[in-house]
């Protein structure tokens, strides 16, 4: 009866997020040592923590089961003192329930923190360079590795050496919040050399710099025999697109396009007008050219002028104006050729006047438009399944 009546009690007892230790180190008590439960006194001490573990992930952090048992493997503790001063940290500082839960996931370590001696210094730096807590709270949610930093060996001397590059702590800001991880690069090894080689070229593209100088000199290199003018931001867009891929995805990309009729020439030409082009995956180019070719019946050439209609959504821009174009065009309403910047490359505003509003349909088009807008959110996938089919 005893057993029966603490079990019920565990069951009954739920844990809020930022609960008493106390009572929570009691209820572990009261499930791990009671002397009339059989089966917990043959699970071992370290078993029994594990399980704790576990089921505080769950309860604090609304962790599934599977995703608790997965964070459990990398930490594991006895009391809850630093566990709920940490949540309760976070909490204070701005932090939802689903960043939190984000945190952890990424980096469950922090719970061994004393956030009074390994948190609260590092966002007591991070204000003073002058980021707002809402940006602070969005940035250390989606990049929690800087928190795992050390304050005095890697962040200050991090910033120190960038403010030395940037004479601005506002261009400061601006880059890391693009790229967060930027305060945790041994910048004097890798960062700095690949300044030097960009000198004479000026991005506010920070992420570019993250790769090894011999590398990253080479994908240089490689984008000037392209005929990329370094002069022109054109080029640095270049350099993005070639340090994101090795050379064995960049040919298969190549062989894509290949596949629905470009040629080298032609596939070159849009990377030289779009580099975007080439960073998407081959899934994506399969959908947007078979979308393109055998829907829309378009030559696939059109590409090489049009480079830029690869980076755009397919289901949320392409699909969905082409669908509104159908409609006009069967009504009489409108004849080609159509331009294709106009239709799928203009602005939200731009393309709703000169295709739709503009007409007396437009309240049947702009509902259409609207129901197949909402139905393309909610799907998952914005061009389709990986075998390169499309959601009309």
Not at 218 to 241: C, I
Not at 247 to 255: A, C, G, H, L, P
Not at 282 to 291: G, M, S, Y
């Amino acid at each position: 009866m005893i057993y029966a009546y603490t079990k019920s009690l565990a069951v009954r007892f739920r844990w809020s997020c930022f609960s008493d230790s106390t009572i929570h180190n009691k209820l572990f008590a009261l499930q791990t040592h009671h002397p009339l439960s059989p089966s917990l006194k043959s699970i071992s001490t370290s078993t029994n923590q594990h399980s704790f573990t576990v089921n505080y992930l769950i309860n604090t952090c609304g962790f599934t089961p599977q995703t608790a048992i997965s964070v459990s493997k990398k930490i594991n503790f006895k009391t809850l003192d630093k566990p709920d001063s940490v949540l309760n940290f976070f909490k204070n500082h701005g932090f939802n329930q689903t960043q939190i839960s984000t945190v952890i996931r990424k980096h469950p370590e922090l719970l061994r923190y004393d956030p009074n001696k390994k948190l609260l210094p590092k966002f007591d730096f991070f204000y003073s360079t002058g980021i707002s807590c809402t940006d602070l709270v969005h940035i250390a949610s989606s990049c929690p590795t800087i928190l795992t930093h050390s304050l005095k060996n890697q962040i200050i001397p991090s910033y120190n050496l960038l403010m030395s590059f940037f004479h601005s702590n506002d261009k400061f800001m601006a880059a890391f919040k693009r790229f967060p991880g930027i305060v945790g690069r041994d910048h004097n090894a890798m960062t700095f050399p690949n300044i030097e080689i960009l000198r004479q070229h000026v991005t506010t593209r920070p992420r570019s710099f993250m790769l090894k100088p011999d590398r990253f000199n080479e994908v240089m290199e490689d984008v000037k025999k392209m005929g990329f003018n370094p002069s022109k931001f054109q080029f640095v867009k270049a350099v993005q697109a070639l340090r994101s891929m090795s050379k064995s995805t960049w040919k298969k990309k190549m062989e894509v396009y290949e596949k629905w009729g470009l040629s080298e020439e032609e596939t070159m030409l849009a990377f030289t007008r779009q580099p975007g082009c080439m960073r998407i995956s081959e899934e994506k180019i399969t959908a947007v050219l078979n979308f393109c070719v055998n829907t829309m019946g378009w030559q696939s050439s059109v590409i090489a002028h049009r480079p830029t209609l690869m980076t755009l959504g397919l289901g949320k821009r392409i699909i969905l104006r082409c669908s509104v174009l159908e409609v006009l065009l069967s009504k009489g309403l409108i004849k080609k050729p159509i331009s294709l910047r106009a239709l799928l490359v203009s602005t939200e505003s731009m393309f709703l006047h000169k295709f739709v509003t503009c007409y007396e349909e437009a309240p049947q088009l702009l509902k259409l438009y609207q129901e197949k807008l909402e139905l393309s959110k909610s799907h998952g996938h914005d061009y389709g399944s990986k075998s390169g089919t499309y959601q009309r």
